[in-house]
């Protein structure tokens, strides 16, 4: 967690926004607490073995879903009071009452539509699949209003890696899944096709068709100007090595984490944020590919952060959308401890209890 508090020493020293009075230094380590934060919440003081994954597993599942249902019900909210907005990508949020981006609203929805998608490919009851459902519709619903693309790649990226985990895992039933898989499928190509429930007249409305391919659209679904931006960062980036927003007002943001986190809060600022990156890279596939994990665990952590770092590598998070990190400060921090206090059990063990 040292990455953290670099992190915020040069947010006050270099960042030009940056408020020097003591609420806005402590808002500059509001990582920094959040991640210490999460390194607490795990501990298994009431248990005579500290290890015991079922403890850990428990409240770690329990902390990420009162984060996912917290961010989940304010997406549901800035629905609600943008349901009849049908020109213009800034909708209003609904705590603040000021426009907010909509790239911003749709990373809302992004650890929530994680945790639900990770839910459909684990062993759970029929309601907790059907609120997982739920959930998925309702993210991809508001996004036909924002008309972003972010929410439906990882969407279809997260389906994909969460059915691969969990047909790599059965033994039996693969044939069953695929049959099952392929069903769905077709009943919603025949929904859509059918216009059922109005869906299909519900999407071909939306901003986010008139946007891609409606005859009135302006710009393709392949289309973006974002790898254009990070090349323009990377060779312009030397320029200012202690931040200051330049590259900012030259170029707009590179929408990642790294480049806008350079240009706002310098080398040490960049530097921090790979440090923190590249550890919680290490966390998580220590975490995927460990066997003495429950497949649960491995399933929801997998979504999680690969929903995560698909995000950074889109938006200008610390800009944009600085909740988003410090929930992930949360996370990443119960995965940390979890991982401290976690023995995995030898293979040999594991063999000889099987």
């Known amino acids: 967690f040292m990455a953290l508090l670099v992190l915020g020493v040069s947010e006050i020293l270099f960042n030009p926004d940056a408020t020097y ?202 289309e973006d100007q974002r790898l254009g931006r990070k090349w323009e960062y990377l060779l312009n980036m030397w320029q200012y090595p202690f931040g200051g927003k330049h590259l900012l007002g030259q170029f707009g943001y590179a929408h990642d984490i790294y480049f806008d986190t350079y240009d706002e809060a310098g080398i040490f600022g960049f530097l921090a944020v790979v440090a923190f990156m590249a550890n919680s890279v290490g966390h998580f596939l220590k975490c995927v590919k460990d066997p003495s994990l429950p497949f649960a665990f491995r399933q929801m952590v997998l979504c999680i952060y690969v929903a995560i770092y698909i995000i950074f590598f889109l938006e200008p998070v610390l800009q944009g959308m600085p909740w988003l990190f410090t929930s992930f400060c949360v996370i990443d921090g119960c995965i940390s401890r979890m991982l401290t206090l976690h023995r995995p059990t030898p293979k040999r063990q594991m063999r000889c209890t099987a």
């Not at 009162?66 to 349901?83: E, F, R, S």
């Not at 609120?131 to 619903?141: C, D, E, F, K, R």
């Open 21 to 222: 009075s003591i609420l806005g230094a402590l808002k500059q380590f509001a990582y920094f607490f959040c991640y210490v934060m999460g390194l607490s919440l795990v501990e298994a003081e009431n248990t005579k073995d500290p290890s015991d994954i079922a403890i850990l597993q428990k409240r770690f599942y329990w902390i990420s879903i009162m984060v996912a249902v917290g961010l989940l019900i304010h997406y549901a909210l800035n629905w609600v009071n943008n349901y009849n907005v049908y020109e213009g990508r800034d909708t209003i949020d609904f705590w603040t009452d000021v426009p907010m981006a909509a790239t911003g609203q749709a990373a809302i929805a992004c650890i929530p539509l994680s945790i639900a998608i990770a839910c459909i490919f684990m062993p759970t009851n029929r309601w907790i699949k059907l609120a997982s459902w739920a959930t998925v519709a309702v993210v991809l619903g508001y996004n036909l209003i924002l008309a972003g693309r972010t929410a439906f790649l990882i969407t279809g990226i997260l389906l994909l890696i969460a059915f691969a985990h969990y047909f790599l895992k059965i033994k039996n039933g693969r044939f069953r899944l695929i049959l099952l898989l392929l069903l769905v499928i077709a009943i919603v190509a025949i929904l859509y096709a059918t216009d059922t429930f109005g869906i299909r007249t519900m999407i071909e409305d939306s901003q986010f068709y008139a946007r891609f391919f409606s005859d009135r659209s302006n710009q393709r679904l392949d």
